[in-house]
């Protein structure tokens, strides 16, 4: 040791920072490691990532699937009624946002909206008649995921709905999602007043034929180019969708002009359409949808294909373990809230817009964005970190979505779960906070993580599955 | 000096960077210092900047030139013709693009852009007829500028065209631009074929109606937000227009439904304005010089007003100098070609468009719109460079216009031709290329500079005006 200390100390420490601090203060310089145990510390676990880790025939899958994400070709195709073109769609069946989750416990913004969906149906003529049926086990709930689709915050989608139909010619699969309803009093927070329920009639009658006659005109709109153009343009496809919807606008406008549409509907639907900023999420999520349903159900992979929130469990899937959900209790967002509202007031996090981070844009394009990161209280520099952490836990870069700020190098795309647990950097997830009582709407925004307990489930079944 | 030498060396060159060069090799640390002499080394013209740096007068007179620049609102009030609305427009007077210039003297876009106006209002019959008529002596030409209007490229307005109007109320002035034609062959570049002539006259008889309808039925447009909203999305609202174009759509649409304009005018006059990312550019054109003539005539003042090209001579005005142009050789951007094209086949810069610049926009708001790098070859490090640079030439950073990459700092504005004489940095210009033959069009873009002569001689004439 003596012949050590007699030179000068330039110290590398790992892991705990405190064993620096220490010889920072007597004044020898210290480079900190940031570096915590794999798995949380979790020893079967950690010995099930081992096994995974460089494991061939898990790079091997994880190749197979990350191409098949790549290879997709999302197009918007059409609108239809969820209770005709949603694959096991039942008359009555309600889809929910995240994981799989009984009425009981339900968080209050999706029963709200769940009641909102039975009057719609006109199976209740009252909310405390919708509750009653709801609670009741006549009408059966499963995830959108379980059908393809997707929707944002409470999710709902019911068989009367209207739903943008998005194909992928590259794998020959299509998703799903419920159209956007824009911003105050609307379902997807709970809200069911007649407002709410006048405007998801008025998009089933007039929204809905009218866009479908639009895109009979216009053709269908090939989804990639048009979300890689909005990453140049301060998108992120996830909470920022304002290029985006712009680009619909500017392809839709003139087709619906053209359409033969009745022309006292045009006006109004493009009025709706102008005024949400929002209007692409919708889109952006379906077309996420279908480019990770393209890379399900790769035997052996640790692709993570869905990241969703119910607003109670987190819960995600790997394309290597089929329709198996790993799920935690779902973290309540440390955001910037409202004027008057904290995290007391927020549900947990809830939706199925992850789908868009799952997919390699959202927070993990946050680099595109410097406006979300604004939004809630981060500079410019912070989206670019966000970003670039991500590069840790992902496969590939995807070429299709460049990022400006980055020198155009692709967004990291691919969540590989073996790497979330081998690093502990947690996927990084732009969202809206809903309230916790139904109908109260946003009450802020913020940057969340997805939590470790799923991706350390996910790697100790896929350990297991390899070995049986 | 053995002192100095028996110490370890740390070396500051200022200047020429060999001396320096000399020391480093010696394997001594040197920092270099980039520094040219002021006024590229001339001795009279560095005495006159001597006077008016600091000088109380100039800064004062700077103070309140430039509080009228960013006080100014600007607003898209209408659409006019230009006989009827633009000041002191003759019946038979032609407005150009740059600083005053006769036929004689013309480059060939812009002589096939005027024989293409002189057919369009009918004057003469045939081209050639056209080309008598205009070396003939009977038509004025004049810069838009000397009218408190603006075009690209050849920047050619006839009474007849239809131009937008831009108001100030914040200081009672208003600005004009004709309406831009999209890409290939157009007046622009000096293609005068039936075509342009064709689409010519359905903008004047067709969109420029419609639009007014439009306009009337939404009411006027405040340009500021809506310009600072186009920075957030990878605009520099100079050479890429893109999202403030689909922003202007997403306004202009519903009203344009609702105005009771005919509806077989309505679909084509949004399929056209659909079907053009550089639509917006001459309303943002508009914008910067109502903008920049509420911060002209303020004695005393050196901040720059205009700059302009005419495809011959590069042009600059100045607050506190009237009338005056300060005028040089425009120079070969030397830029990205497209293919088949070299800086042999362009004509010299060309077009109003840098009051964008001259309004802190454009080149200057680089950072915003790394895209525009990327298209000249540079990248998204470069456009940060270039819009930093512009800080050591401006008065002030305009608040209104802030950069999403430089954590929303405001863009540089406020040209002061003080600084740049003394620092030789010269205001930074994004641009497109002419071909040098009159129709054949763009054939490539780049960044180029403003040339110093014309800031040394405003600095000169400023300082002979404040001794007289």
Redesign the interface.
Known sequence: MKPLFAKPLSVLNVGVSSFGDAIAQCGAPVTQLDWVPPAGGDRQVAEALARLLNEPMVEAANAKAVDRYLAAQPRLSTVGIAGEVLPRMDRRMILHAGPPIDWARMCGPMRGAIVGAILYEGWADSPQRAQALAAGGEIAFEPCHHHAAVGPMAGIISPSMPVWVVTNPAHGNSAYSNLNEGLGKVLRFGANSAEVLTRLKWMEKTLAPTLRAGLEALGEIDLKPLMA?AL????EVHNRN??AS??L???L??AL??SGAP?GD??PV??FI?GNDHFFLNISMAACKAMLDAAHGVAGSSLVTVMARNGVEFGIRVSGLGDRWFTTPAPVVEGLYFPGYTTKDAAPDLGDSAITETAGVGGFAMAAA??IV?FVGG???DAIANTLAMTHITLRRNAAFTL?????AGTPAGIDARRVVDSGILPVINTGVAHREPGVGQIGAGVTRAPLACFTQAVAALATALQG
């Open positions: 153009q140049h343009m301060g998108d304002a290029a712009s680009l606008i500017k392809k406008v003139p002009l053209k022309a045009v006006a493009i009025e102008a410097p406006a604004k500079s410019a520099q400006p700020a980055l020198d155009f």
